[in-house]
């Protein structure tokens, strides 16, 4: 059944197209898949966390976080410590190496895909805007 005005397919359609960009700009400039560094970006974000908070925040399985996880602290990008608070919890924090690289690939990213937007004949400021009120409404910020 065709719906014209299909948002929820429009949106998905926009997302994955964006998310693979990201991908291709991510491993041609610095190396890396796209997932990968979102789990560098939302360390950053999120600060010390552990794996539980980091795989909630991605909306992906704890498994898949841990594979990350272990893989990016394997090339110096992150580190991983016991949870002061104890358990099997373990606390993830970024490097310097994997501080730097998010700085330096997301500021690269950020220009890309904002010069995509605008290419398009979207104001930039103006998309911006209408996502962050599309993200509040859906509880994201």
């Known amino acids: 059944m065709n719906h014209p005005n299909n948002l929820g397919l429009e949106l998905h359609t926009l997302v994955s197209r964006l ?4 991908d291709r700009i991510l491993r041609a400039d610095h190396g890396m898949s ?3 560094f979102m789990v560098l970006v939302m360390v950053g974000e999120l600060e010390a966390c552990t794996q539980r908070t980091l795989a909630d925040s991605l909306a992906v399985t704890e498994p898949s976080i841990s594979r990350m996880i272990a893989a990016l602290a394997g090339t110096g990008l992150l580190t991983v410590t ?19 690289l998010v700085e330096r690939a997301g500021t690269e990213l950020i220009g890309r895909l904002t010069e995509l937007v605008e290419s398009s004949g979207v ?11 599309l993200n509040a409404a859906l509880g994201g910020g």
Do not use: S
């Open 19 to 22: 998310e693979r960009a990201g």
């Open 123 to 133: 104001p930039f400021d103006t998309y911006l805007a209408h996502t962050r009120r």
């Open 82 to 100: 016991p949870d002061p608070a104890g358990g099997n919890r373990r606390r993830i924090a970024l490097t310097d190496a994997g501080r730097e």
């Open 34 to 36: 796209y997932r990968r």
